[in-house]
């Protein structure tokens, strides 16, 4: 009978989990008349207890496992947005909460839930701040899924995706935009993309890497250094890429060719 309950617990598990979060082959879309979001509001950081089946220590979505961060504190990551809309309305998230395209909330694939972030689009300005509350994107190389709400305010509804730094916030983080309204501040982005194929802490295994992919793609492959901590890390890296859909297709061939652990980064 424990066994039993066991698998039954898993699966429940896995069933949340992959909720939301573009794991289905049903086409999203957005309301078929455009909403007037102007007053949904930011979400507003809260003292919560994290989510009894939404944090996992680790879980898999189609082959590939994805590790639950223990904490969100002093996260901060350039990456790539896409949104969810009608196809996921009404059902339960990961968190075991209703997903409601029309308040502002998003997917993400690591970070604990719930867990507030402020996101600013990189292209314009603007700035939200959601609660992530659900696992997700599954689909290509994307960072976060934006509610059709939080979408819709960065301007990337009519595009599908864009260009975003992500950083956790919290309770009393009095540097975070008003909860009232969408912030704007100008920005010059001079941000490039890149396809991240893997970080090594020699420079001989970067190498080997390089040149196994560089044998495979016309592209330039580069080996950009980072200096973490008192580790030297050694990113391998194709780029600067044109746009988000050439990234998809060169990860998508390299898929083909055995390179499976590929992501669209910003720098």
């Known amino acids: 009978m424990e066994g039993v309950i066991k698998k039954l617990t898993i699966v429940g598990l ?3 989990l992959l909720a939301c979060g573009s794991v289905t082959k049903k086409q999203d879309s957005a309301p078929k008349r455009a909403a007037d979001v102007s007053s949904v509001q930011n979400a507003i950081p809260k003292d919560e207890p994290k989510s009894k089946y939404g944090n996992p220590a680790h879980y898999e979505v189609f082959g590939k496992r994805y590790y639950t961060l223990k904490t969100s504190r002093g996260y901060h990551e350039k990456g790539i947005a896409s949104w969810y809309g009608t196809k996921f309305h009404g059902r339960r998230t990961s968190s075991g909460e209703v997903y409601d395209m029309y308040a502002m909330t998003a997917a993400h694939k690591t970070l604990p839930l719930p867990t507030y972030v402020e996101v600013t689009n990189l292209d314009n300005g603007r700035k939200v701040i959601v609660k992530v509350n659900d696992r997700g994107p599954f689909h290509g190389n994307r960072l976060i899924d934006l509610s059709y709400s939080a979408a819709t305010k960065l301007g990337i509804i009519g595009k599908g995706t864009g260009n975003v730094d992500i950083r956790a ?38 190498e080997q890497l ?19 901590a008192d580790m030297k890390l050694y990113r391998v890296r194709i780029g600067p890429l044109v746009n988000v859909e050439y990234g ?14 590929t992501h669209i980064v910003i720098e």
């Open 210 to 228: 390089r040149r196994d992919i560089q044998q495979e793609v016309s592209d330039t492959v580069l080996i950009v250094p980072l200096l973490k």
């Open 169 to 206: 916030v919290s309770v009393g983080d009095t540097a975070i935009s008003s909860p009232a309204k969408v912030s704007y501040s100008p920005i010059q982005n001079t941000a490039g993309l890149y396809l991240q194929l893997g970080a090594f802490a020699t420079l001989n295994r970067a």
């Open 248 to 261: 998809d297709s060169l990860a998508q061939q390299l898929v083909e060719l055995g390179f499976k652990d």
């Open 14 to 16: 896995c069933s949340l």
